[in-house]
Nanobody, 125 residues
C-alpha cells in the first residue's frame, strides 16, 4: 500500500509560482509511474502531468505545457510539480497519484491505483 502526501499549495497571484511536493511512503518509489491531477469546483478531475520511473520521460496536459514541470527524486521518495506563470484557471485541488503496474506514462485517472488527499492551489489577485 502506497501512501501519498501532497504539500506546497497555497494562494498566489497570477503570474506567480508554486512548487508542489508529493511524499510517498513506498521505499521503492522508483518502480512507480507518478502523476499529478487537478480538480476545480464543479469539474471533473483532469490530468496535469506524468513522469516515468527514472524521470527520463514526462507528459503534460496542453493547458500546462511550457509552464509546469514534473520531476522526481527517488532517493527522497518525492515527486514535484513546479508551476510557473500561474493563471486563475489553474485554481484547483491538486492530487498526486502513483501506479506500479507498468512503466508506461498514464494520463487517465483510472490508470492510477494510489492517490493522495490533495493540496489546494488558488490563483487570485
Amino acid at each position: 500500500q502506497v501512501q501519498l502526501v501532497e504539500s506546497g499549495g497555497g494562494l498566489v497571484r497570477p503570474g506567480g509560482s508554486l512548487r508542489l511536493s508529493c511524499a510517498a511512503s513506498e521505499r521503492t518509489l522508483s518502480r512507480y509511474v507518478m502523476g499529478w491531477f487537478r480538480q476545480a469546483p464543479g469539474k471533473e478531475r483532469e490530468f496535469v502531468a506524468a513522469i516515468n520511473w527514472s524521470g527520463s520521460r514526462t507528459d503534460y496536459a496542453d493547458s500546462v505545457k511550457g509552464r509546469f514541470t514534473i520531476s522526481r527524486d527517488n532517493v527522497k521518495n518525492t515527486v514535484y510539480l513546479q508551476m510557473n506563470s500561474l493563471k486563475p484557471e489553474d485554481t484547483a485541488l491538486y492530487y498526486c497519484a502513483a501506479d506500479g503496474s507498468g512503466s508506461w506514462l498514464r494520463t487517465s485517472r483510472g490508470e492510477y491505483g494510489y492517490w493522495g488527499q490533495g493540496t489546494q492551489v488558488t490563483v487570485s489577485s
